[in-house]
């Protein structure tokens, strides 16, 4: 009986392997169909994915890269001119032979060492007491470092506040203030903003600022924020 029961089982068993095979068939038919039927359509997608991979390394190998360097040789010589206090051959931009900052800038905004141009562009031309072009050159200026951000905002601030808007400038303050986790820069450009808004009779936003220097900076601070929160008092 047992003998019976083991060659049923056995049996069972081998209809489940042909089965399993004969599914395995009817899917290998099926796909062979599918690619049968679309294999023009296929080819058409794998042939635009193979295209575009090459692309985008071709564009980093043959545009991007010379594109870099060639910016980077431009703002070097611009640089070059700002260390030894050549400002406006520094900032440049009125010739082909001499790009400065801001015709580095003009020609690869596109690349990092050219937004960085833009900054120091804006720099001069705040110098320069041009606070609007200014202003308008250290917006083009973007960053993953966070402190470098926190300058842009306190430079177009001052820009700002050279252009009399001096609550639009209290606001980039606020920017500059939140935007590096330096400890000192937040110190700074809070400190910046509490003197503005007193300045401007804002005394509970004075307050804020220097309540946080108090709270969170003392150590740069020396004690003046005591100082100021009395005056938020009077003033």
Known sequence: MAKLTKNAQNEQEGKETVAFFKDLDKEALNTERFLERYSKPLSIIFGVLIVGVLGFFAYKQFIVAPKNAEAVKSFLAAQKNLTQGK????????????????????????????????????????????????????????????????????????AKSGLNKNDEALALLDKAASASDDPYTTYYFTRKAGILALGLKKNAEAKKYFATIDEKYQDYDNGMSDSYIEMTKYY
Do not use: V
């Not at 009125?94 to 990092?112: I, W």
């Open 87 to 158: 400002d406006k051959e520094a900032l440049g931009g009125n010739s082909a032979a001499n790009p400065g900052f801001k015709g580095t800038y003009n020609e690869y905004s596109s690349t990092q060492i050219g937004k960085l141009s833009a900054y120091n562009a804006g720099l001069l031309k705040f110098k320069e007491g041009k606070f609007q072009e200014a202003y308008d050159l250290l917006d083009k200026f973007s960053s993953d470092n966070k402190a470098l951000m926190a300058m842009k905002y306190g430079a177009m601030a001052d």
